[in-house]
């Protein structure tokens, strides 16, 4: 699903227009991404939690060239999701009876 059918969809049922969803979508993702680069972690109910984590930094080796590398630290994006959105991915969306 890509960007234009996520928002039709979402419109259809909100019962927005496809304008005033593309807004509020904006908006949302502005303010996780400020709160996000404020470092801050951002937790959606019933969804998951957003974080930045520092990952340090490393020695990588070619396999190739088996030449030594070093990986400097940078920032990375982590999302770990709620036990039931896991666990819906795991039976890819059916629910177990």
């Known amino acids: 699903m890509n960007n234009k059918d996520f928002i039709a969809e979402l419109s259809q049922r909100m ?3 496809q304008d005033d969803t593309q807004r509020i979508m904006r908006s949302t993702i502005d303010a996780m991404s400020s709160s996000l680069q404020g470092g801050d972690t951002v937790s959606l109910n019933n969804f998951g939690t957003f974080e930045v984590k520092k990952r340090l930094e490393r020695v990588v080796v070619n396999p190739t060239t088996r030449k030594r590398m070093l990986v400097p630290p940078k920032l990375v994006l982590s999302f770990k999701p709620v036990a039931s959105v ?5 039976t890819g969306g059916q629910k177990d009876e």
Request: net charge positive; hydrophobic share 10%; proline share 0%.
């Open 15 to 17: 019962g927005y227009t």
């Open 86 to 90: 896991k666990e819906k991915l795991k």
